[in-house]
T-cell receptor, first 112, second 112 residues
């Protein structure tokens, strides 16, 4: 089964700075990829998903991710961090049998 | 309002005492799934169901049972809970397997 690896369990940025959260997947076959966000004491909410239609995917709240087959990466970015972006972010890949496999998560902290 | 609901939201129990966590969705989704979330491990899939009366094991099914007698409900059963099942549990649903999954608010379970 395909897996995903998120580099950095904690990332800290200043308000207004670029946000970059890293995700690498294990398969050479372009998979279905997702980014979810989890705010404190809440369930997961979909930020964006890649389904091979376009390599640059735009999501909610100003986030976007670029699928790079040569690097097997699907990093999440936002040009300017806001305090409300503080949350935990999960990258996930859809495996055969419709199983969703998640990375370990990255907790984003935004400093004023 | 379209949603996935879980009950209870919080539960403290003792080793060996059977319990059921309910999950219900009102979106007529075919696919439903259970995950557990543990620090540093992200979310791991326990069981999933492609449709009524169709269930299958995920990555960590040991110690859990599920049933799907109705389309809207997908209860998670712990016949004899143990302390290593202390975790945060999420139910999710999607229209079909290869589609965005919508998550419930979570159930925090503590087994003493």
């Amino acid at each position: 089964a395909q897996s995903v690896t998120q580099l950095g369990s904690h990332v800290s940025v200043s308000e207004g700075a670029l946000v970059l959260l890293r995700c690498n997947y294990s398969s050479s076959v372009p998979p279905y990829l997702f980014w979810y966000v989890q705010y404190p004491n809440q369930g997961l909410q979909l930020l964006l998903k890649y389904t091979s239609a376009a390599t640059l995917v735009k999501g909610i709240n100003g986030f976007e991710a670029e699928f790079k087959k040569s690097e097997t990466s699907f990093h999440l970015t936002k040009p300017s961090a806001h305090m409300s972006d503080a949350a935990e972010y999960f990258c996930a890949v859809l495996n055969a049998g419709n199983m969703l496999t998640f990375g370990g998560g990255t907790r984003l902290m935004v400093k004023p | 309002e379209a949603q996935v609901t879980q009950n209870p939201r919080y539960l403290i129990t003792v080793t060996g005492k059977k319990l059921t966590v309910t999950c219900s969705q009102n979106m007529n989704h075919e696919y439903m799934s259970w995950y557990r979330q543990d620090p540093g491990l992200g979310l791991r899939q326990i069981y999933y169901s492609m449709n009524v009366e169709v269930t299958d094991k995920g990555d960590v099914p040991e110690g859990y049972k599920v049933s799907r007698k109705e389309k809207r409900n997908f209860p998670l059963i712990l016949e004899s809970p143990s302390p290593n099942q202390t975790s945060l549990y999420f139910c999710a649903s999607s229209p079909h397997g290869q589609d965005t999954q919508y998550f419930g608010p979570g159930t925090r379970l503590t087994v003493l």
